[in-house]
Every structure is written in C-alpha cells, then in structure tokens.
T-cell receptor
Framework: KAGVTQTPRYLIKTRGQQVTLSCSPISGHRSVSWYQQTPGQGLQFLFEYFSETQRNKGNFPGRFSGRQFSNSRSEMNVSTLELGDSALYLC?????????????FGPGTRLTVL | TQLLEQSPQFLSIQEGENLTVYCNSSSVFSSLQWYRQEPGEGPVLLVTVVTGGEVKKLKRLTFQFGDARKDSSLHITAAQPGDTGLYLCAGILSGYSTLTFGKGTMLLVSP
C-alpha cells in the first residue's frame, strides 16, 4: 500500500506571495491532518479534514486554510506569506473511526519564505 | 506553555549505551504515542499506550505510560546508529480528539 505523498517537496517563495501544498493520503484513509514543524515550536496542529469537512482547527491565523476533495486528497493554502511561515509542513492521514488517531505522515513540504 | 515537555532536548551517545527519554505533562492523556522522525522524512509511529502503568516493548525499545497517564518514558537498550533520529511523544488530552506533540528529543548514536 502506498504511503502518504506530498507535493512539492521543496518550495521557495517571497513575502506576500501565496502557496498551495498538496497531500494524497493512504488509500482508504478519510482523515487528513496538517501540521507545521519548526525548530522553535516543534510540531503544531493546523487542521483536520474528514469527508471534505474541517473537523478540527488549530490556533493559526486565517491566512492558513485547507480543503479536502471527494477522493480524500487535501490541499492547504497559505496567503500573504510571512518570513515566520518558513517551516516543514507535514500532512498525515488516519483510519476512519480510529480511536487513538494514529497518524501516518508524509515526508513533508519544506517551505522557505524569503 | 508546552503541554508535553520532553527531556532531554538533545542526547549524544556511543553505540551500545542505554538511554531513557522522558515525556511529562501536568494534564491527563487518554492515550499517548511515540514517533521517530529521521532527517528529511515525516514522523513514523512506534507505539501507542493507553492504560496507566502500561509497558510495551518493541525489540530494544521499552515504552512506559505513567500510572496517572500524565507522563511516559522511552528506554533504548544497547543503542545503535540506526536509532538516530528525533523522538516525539504525542498525546490526546482527555475529552479531545486531536494530538498534542512535544518538541522532541534529538538522539545521535555514534559508532
């Protein structure tokens, strides 16, 4: 079974631009979560989508948004990029009705904002 | 305030040594997970513990969940260079469904 895939793997943008990241979950997984990882703050939860609906949301500004498609693939968008948005963005999928929310992570997208 | 505190932040040891890393909180977790992340990759789930006092073993790795479900430890016996990576604990607070991650312990095992 193929793992979680994320595209692109690396991205360089400048302040003020916007960016869209893509995630394809493991086949059969309907829950997709997004995390931001930085050396200072560690892994922080952005949001979770299940059956095309946002189920949970972390404490991030409205510049961060996401969506999920009917095939469970997900995208996240960051508008008006700031230098502090430079981070590794991780996508994770999990089984439907999985009690412990065990996450299967993709390799991440490394975003650098100049 | 970090809900899950991991210690030490960084650990550098020689192959064959034993080590323990800790994950502590003042809050109660309904379950707790440990992940390992290697450079350039996403975290990979190692284990989930759910019962206070529970001990799980995965080859040379031993995981323990505290009796009060507020802390956990990971012990590695006879560490090998392949154990090198960032070890993350993550828990689900009672009454919630999302995971809260600690900042991790970076382990470097030298030959």
């Amino acid at each position: 079974k193929a793992g979680v895939t994320q595209t692109p793997r690396y991205l360089i943008k400048t302040r003020g631009q916007q960016v869209t990241l893509s995630c394809s979950p493991i086949s059969g997984h309907r829950s997709v979560s997004w995390y931001q990882q930085t050396p200072g703050q560690g892994l922080q939860f952005l949001f979770e989508y299940f059956s095309e609906t946002q189920r949970n949301k972390g404490n991030f500004p409205g510049r961060f948004s996401g969506r999920q498609f009917s095939n469970s693939r997900s995208e996240m968008n960051v508008s008006t990029l700031e230098l502090g948005d430079s981070a590794l963005y991780l996508c994770a999928s999990s089984f439907e009705r999985e009690q412990y929310n065990e996450q299967f992570f993709g390799p991440g997208t490394r975003l650098t904002v100049l | 305030t970090q809900l899950l505190e991991q210690s030490p932040q960084f650990l550098s040891i020689q192959e064959g040594e034993n080590l323990t890393v800790y994950c502590n909180s003042s809050s109660v977790f309904s379950s707790l997970q440990w992940y390992r992340q290697e450079p350039g990759e996403g975290p990979v789930l190692l284990v989930t513990v759910v019962t206070g006092g529970e001990v799980k073993k995965l080859k040379r790795l031993t995981f323990q969940f505290g009796d009060a479900r507020k802390d956990s430890s990971l012990h590695i016996t006879a560490a090998q260079p392949g154990d090198t990576g960032l070890y993350l604990c993550a828990g689900i607070l009672s009454g919630y469904s999302t995971l809260t991650f600690g900042k991790g312990t970076m382990l470097l095992v030298s030959p």
